[in-house]
């Protein structure tokens, strides 16, 4: 049972648009959720984070916004750069055994110049 | 700071021979992890160790072993490698605090 589910394998957008990637979860325990960033032949690396206590986490040019109701987020880029091509990757953690991440499997996104 | 590395990059194994990536991490992390990522799987977790001394299975432990016999390094074994074990391996670590967790660059494993 995919607890993290990322529904588009793919997304194609045009650099300087809004990329949104979304993310659904089933485990109402979670309460902590995590974006990653990986590029071809590297370790994903750590983009941003959001609690559960918060609704919206801005980094530059990068926001993550949690829909607990709807255990739903999504990872926006806005502008989007070339740069940004790559896979990314929810992953979400609950407090209690919080020693484990669980990932969804993934999203690649393309950025068209 | 190297961070995490993974030793070897690559390897071409037949099937039912023995393996063992190794993991070291230069952070004084308390946390690391195995993963594998398969196409269209994501990142499955295989094992973990909290601590020096310390293993836990994961998702999808079978087949694998592993030791965290010093706090720097977290070492995967295959006792009998099978063509289902080809994957790209990643191992991570984090400190007991913040859940972010860092990443080697991988081992890409064939087994034929």
């Known amino acids: 049972d995919q607890q993290v589910k990322q529904n588009s394998p793919s997304l194609s957008v045009q650099e300087g648009r809004i990329s949104i990637l979304n993310c659904d979860y089933t485990?109402?325990?979670?309460?902590?959720f995590l974006w990653y960033k990986k590029y071809p032949a590297e370790g994903p690396t750590f983009l941003i984070s959001i609690s559960s206590i918060k609704d919206k986490n801005e980094d530059g040019r990068f926001t993550v916004f949690l829909n607990k109701s709807a255990k739903h987020l999504s990872l926006h880029i806005v502008p989007s750069q070339p740069g940004d091509s790559a896979v990314y990757f929810c992953?979400?953690?609950?407090?209690?055994?919080?020693?484990?991440?669980?990932f969804g499997t993934g999203t690649r996104l393309t950025i068209i110049p | 700071n190297a961070g995490v590395t993974q030793t070897p990059k690559f390897r071409v194994l037949k099937t039912g021979q023995s393996m063992t990536l190794l993991c070291a991490q230069d952070m004084n992390h308390e946390y690391m992890y195995w993963y594998r990522q398969d196409p269209g799987m994501g990142l499955r977790l295989i094992h973990y160790?909290?601590?020096?001394?310390?293993?836990a299975k994961g998702e999808v432990p079978d087949g694998y072993n592993v030791s965290r016999l010093k706090k720097q390094n977290f070492l995967l074994g295959l006792e009998s490698a099978a063509p289902s074990q080809t994957s790209v391996y990643f191992c991570?670590?984090?400190?007991?605090?913040?859940?972010?967790?860092?990443f080697g660059p991988g081992t890409r494993l064939t087994v034929t």
């Open positions: 991570a670590s984090r400190t007991g605090g913040p859940y972010e967790q860092y």
């Open positions: 992953a979400a953690q609950t407090n209690f055994g919080n020693e484990k991440l669980t």
């Open positions: 160790s909290v601590g020096e001394g310390t293993t």
């Open positions: 485990n109402s325990m979670f309460d902590y």
